[in-house]
């Protein structure tokens, strides 16, 4: 069972980690909480994913991918899946800072080897990397990153 506050607990280190960020992408954010919990902190935020069934937040239907216009000063991921990857790639890409809360590998990586392979992508890709893990059940681990 998910730990009901998960979308609070990533909010609050999102926005303590993050206190500049004005607007952000929760990419792969399902019905939209991460959306409402930024967003109740004073972000602008706009949700990523297909799902048709969703909260009263910002929501693009469709999938996010590297050619995405930049209108964010942030991204952000809880659970993302087979997105994670684009996440860090895109935030190379566009030099904003991230924070992802990995759970399963888009390549069939155990977890432990997932988080270091997205540590690395990230470190390669010109990022600075950090972690941090959210007080709760679950995959916890966070993965922060920055532009260089």
């Given at each position: 069972?998910?730990?009901?506050?998960?979308?609070?607990?990533?909010?609050?280190?999102?926005?303590?980690?993050?206190?500049?960020?004005r607007?952000?992408?929760d990419?792969?954010?399902?019905?939209?909480?991460?959306?409402?919990?930024?967003?109740?902190?004073?972000?602008?935020?706009?949700?990523f994913?297909?799902?048709?069934?969703?909260?009263?937040?910002?929501?693009a239907?469709r999938l996010f991918?590297?050619?995405?216009?930049?209108?964010?000063?942030?991204?952000?991921?809880?659970?993302?899946?087979?997105?994670?990857?684009?996440?860090?790639?895109?935030?190379a890409q566009?030099?904003?800072?991230?924070?992802?809360?990995?759970?399963?590998s888009?390549?069939?990586?155990?977890?432990?080897?997932?988080?270091?392979?997205?540590?690395?992508?990230g470190?390669?890709?010109?990022?600075e990397?950090?972690?941090?893990?959210?007080?709760m059940?679950?995959?916890?681990?966070?993965?922060?990153?920055?532009?260089?």
């Open positions: 069972m998910a730990d009901q506050r998960r979308f609070e607990l990533f909010a609050e280190l999102v926005t303590r980690t993050f206190p500049a960020a607007a952000a992408f990419i792969a954010g399902g019905q939209g909480r991460l959306n409402q919990a930024l967003t109740a902190r004073g972000l602008e935020v706009l949700t994913d297909k799902r048709w069934k969703r909260e009263a937040v910002r929501y239907e991918t590297l050619a995405e216009p930049c209108t964010c000063d942030l991204l952000v991921g809880m659970h993302p899946d087979g997105a994670t990857r684009i996440i860090v790639e895109y935030a566009h030099r904003v800072p991230f924070a992802i809360v990995p759970c399963c888009d390549n069939g990586m155990s977890y432990k080897p997932w988080m270091r392979h997205l540590g690395e992508l470190t390669t890709l010109g990022l990397i950090a972690e941090d893990e959210l007080p059940r679950g995959r916890a681990r966070v993965l922060l990153g920055r532009p260089r």
